[in-house]
């Protein structure tokens, strides 16, 4: 390189050389300086580091005295920062890290005064290197001089150990040594003994190695190699017949896979004849049975390679002509155990499983939407699937009748081991819930209209309930058999006439709805029983007509006395105190007024004489009576009325003496009779005739615009679209016209309802 190229050569170590040679020129024009920059080393001492000695009056040192620091101390609030800037060490060109020391001088120096700060020595990784170095060396020169092993030094060399023939013999299992050569090689070692004179007993000497010597040693080399040799061979051999053995037992093991496999061929060949013969057969019972004893046998022998051999498969096949021949002229309900007998001995061999049939749907592990575990179905589910489902689904929509369970009932307790979960789940949910409900919702025992009453639901219902799916009779579950039950009996018992007396439907479902019956009955039945007694029943103690009392009574088995009791003293009670004060306040006669007290005290049947609530109205009739004695004369002016009079006008005449005589009751003045039982709103009454008519009932979350009434849809699509829009304001119905949707008129509930429910 020419000295007019040449810039000043960096002395930092950048290219691993030291300071410039002498006499090489440097350029210190001001031009160059500026436009080549310098890579020489700036050296940096604790004296000499930039402190603002130089310029002490710089910005940057200004700034710098400002935040606390001091010249010849380090950065940092403690002074334990640097005192230099950091150095640059440039390598030379190609070269990798480690070609030259990373560190330079000035680095050392800061890690040394950093771990002074510390508390620790820092020693430097070239002084530690040294040190390792000589101790290292210390011990190879004490090993040498002791003669001991010591670990890094130098080691014995190892004494060689020659073996005997016979110890080279008894390690060679099998190999014979000759005596001759035996001999030879026993008596050479690593030196001779030689008997000498006294002066040198003891003392080896070495002789010259002679033809002997030299041959032994070769015949024991060759010995040596023989010997390895044998035992390699022996240790091949030993492989060999290990070998030998296994193939031979894996011979023996394929060969009776051949044979057994053989068996199976002959037994699907002979099943094959089977089949072919039972097609033109007559006797399909002897048929079945030649192929069930057949494949009895192939389960048997060959219980364990079901699986390995898709023996599945083949007994699939070959009951399926004779099975889809059964199906084809087979009537369910009319024969529901057809093959049933032959299908359960085959159990197993056909790959029917208890997981994978109906038993899986016990009532307490059923899921309605259980995930199918195996993507695909096996070969008897299709069997099954394709065969016998579609005559037992055509004989459920067109043959089956719903108020005959039997067949039906029959059919599936005979193949519910047989058939597959799915296949069960598809029979129940599709086919039978939906029949049932039709038949449920078609029932009315109160349409005077049907000249043929079909059976209460309960003889055609209960012996379904072991075969639905749990769900169906949870009432929780709001699309379930049981629900729609429930509803039934709700609109029944809203509509039921009450001189006709309890409906006889009704006592069967109460083992069945313990927990949901009584609160139908309190709702729906109570409050329609109460406007009855309030209507009908009037004291009249000349000729008193028991009639709607008794007809009251007859709910008893239905109701608890509690709420009987409840009733009577709401509608009759108040009456009936009534009379009495009107009678003891015009000239009584106290003898007939006990005889009408005991003779209304044996009218009602002991549980209810005795309850607390008729009890006390019995005591308060006393009082009455008694107060009425101690007043005497005055009684008719001073005697206080009941402290609550009936809720509707008695009827106006009354007996004072035994003989017809009519008299008004004087009007309560007290406080008006709180009504004890809810009366049915007209929302229920509405809601009772849409389920009693197939109709749903349903919020829009809307309101009417003038009266802010709530808007309902009233529709017969289960999608719950379509339909009129109702609102109700007092006890009238209100519907908006489809063409006009501003324009509403009153509607009944009849069948121009229906037919606007159903447009």
């Known amino acids: 390189m020419s000295g007019e190229e040449s810039d000043e050569i960096p002395t930092g170590g950048g290219l691993g050389f030291g300071s410039p040679t002498p006499g090489r020129r440097k350029f210190e024009d001001d031009e160059d300086t500026q436009r080549k920059p310098s890579y020489k080393k700036m050296k940096f001492s604790k004296d000499s580091a930039p402190q603002g000695s130089s310029k002490p009056n710089s910005f940057a040192a200004k700034m710098m005295a400002k935040m606390g620091y001091v010249e010849g101390q380090g950065l940092g609030a403690d002074g334990r920062g640097r005192l230099a800037p950091i150095e640059t060490q440039l390598r030379p060109q190609g070269a990798g890290l480690g070609a030259v020391r990373e560190k330079t001088k000035q680095a050392k120096e800061e890690e040394k005064r950093e771990a002074a700060f510390r508390g620790v020595e820092l020693e430097d990784s070239e002084e530690e290197e040294k040190k390792r170095r000589r101790k290292l060396r210390e011990n190879r020169i004490a090993g040498g001089a002791s003669g001991a092993s010591t670990p890094g030094g130098s080691r014995a060399r190892p004494k060689i150990r020659y073996r005997t023939a016979s110890e080279i013999e008894a390690d060679s299992e099998g190999l014979q040594v000759p005596n001759v050569l035996k001999s030879l090689i026993d008596i050479t070692g690593k030196e001779t003994k030689l008997l000498t004179s006294n002066l040198t007993s003891g003392i080896s000497i070495v002789p010259s190695e002679t033809p002997s010597t030299r041959i032994a040693k070769e015949a024991r080399r060759d010995l040596e190699a023989f010997a390895d040799e044998w035992r390699g061979l022996s240790d091949r051999k030993k492989f060999y017949d290990l070998q030998s053995t296994q193939i ?239 509803q039934k009996l709700r609109s029944l018992l809203s509509a039921h006439p009450i001189p006709t007396g309890p409906p006889t439907y009704l006592p069967p479902w109460q083992p069945l709805l313990p927990h949901a019956l009584p609160p139908l009955l309190t709702t729906h039945l109570l409050p329609r029983l109460a406007t009855y007694l309030h209507t009908h029943l009037l004291i009249d103690p000349s000729a008193q007509d028991l009639a709607p009392l008794t007809t009251a009574l007859a709910y008893l088995p239905l109701l608890s006395p509690s709420s009987l009791a409840a009733l009577l ?42 309850h607390p609530l008729i009890a006390a109205e019995w005591t308060k009739g006393l009082e009455t009576i008694n107060h009425a004695l101690e007043l005497g004369p005055d009684a008719a002016a001073q005697l206080p009325p009941p402290a609550a009079g009936p809720s509707r006008p008695l009827h106006t005449s009354a007996a004072t003496n035994g003989t017809s005589a009519a008299a008004s009751p004087r009007p309560a003045t007290a406080a008006t009779k709180t009504p004890l039982l809810p009366e049915p709103t007209f929302k229920d009454v509405v809601e009772d005739w849409c389920a009693e008519e197939g109709l749903l009932l349903m919020p829009l979350r809307e309101a009417h615009e003038v009266t802010g009434a709530p808007l309902f849809r009233v529709t017969a699509s289960a999608s719950g679209k379509g339909g009129v829009v109702v609102y109700m304001k007092g006890d009238v119905l209100w519907a908006r016209s489809k063409k006009d949707r501003g324009l509403w008129s009153p509607v009944g509930l009849d069948g121009g309802l229906v037919g606007l429910a159903g447009g």
């Open 248 to 486: 031979v037992g894996d011979l023996d093991t394929e060969q009776e896979k051949i044979r057994r496999l053989r068996t199976v061929v002959e037994t699907i060949q002979e099943l094959q004849q089977l089949s072919m013969e039972n097609s033109v057969a007559t006797d399909d019972n002897s048929s079945w049975e030649a192929i069930t004893q057949k494949l009895e046998s192939l389960e048997v022998d060959f219980n364990d390679d079901l699986d390995n051999y898709n023996l599945q498969e083949v007994a699939v096949a070959a009951i399926h002509p004779l099975f889809r021949s059964a199906m084809l002229d087979w009537s369910p309900l009319a024969n529901p155990t057809l093959t049933v007998s032959y299908i359960q001995r085959l159990l197993h061999v056909l790959g029917i499983h208890p997981s994978s049939t109906s038993d899986a749907l016990a009532p307490q592990d059923y899921q309605p939407t259980t995930l199918r575990s195996r993507k695909s179905t096996s070969h008897y589910e299709t069997l099954i699937y394709t065969l016998w489902l579609p005559p037992v689904r055509t004989a459920i929509t067109t043959t089956w009748e719903p108020h005959d369970p039997t067949a039906l009932t029959t059919l599936l307790t005979a193949w519910r081991p047989l058939l597959p979960a799915f296949i069960i789940s598809n029979l129940t949910e599709q086919l039978i819930i939906p029949r049932l409900t039709t038949a449920l919702s078609a029932w009315k025992p109160h349409h005077k209209r049907q000249h043929h009453q079909p059976p209460p639901p309960h003889t055609w219902l209960f012996p379904w309930l072991p075969h639905l799916p749990p769900h169906h009779t949870d009432l929780t579950y709001p699309s379930s058999l049981l629900t729609t039950i429930k």
């Open 569 to 610: 003293a709401t509608e009759l009670f108040p009456k009936w105190h009534a009379i009495l004060h009107l009678w003891l306040t015009s000239a009584p006669n106290y003898d007939e007024i006990r005889e009408w007290f005991l003779w209304w005290k044996e009218q009602l049947p002991g549980p209810l004489t005795t």
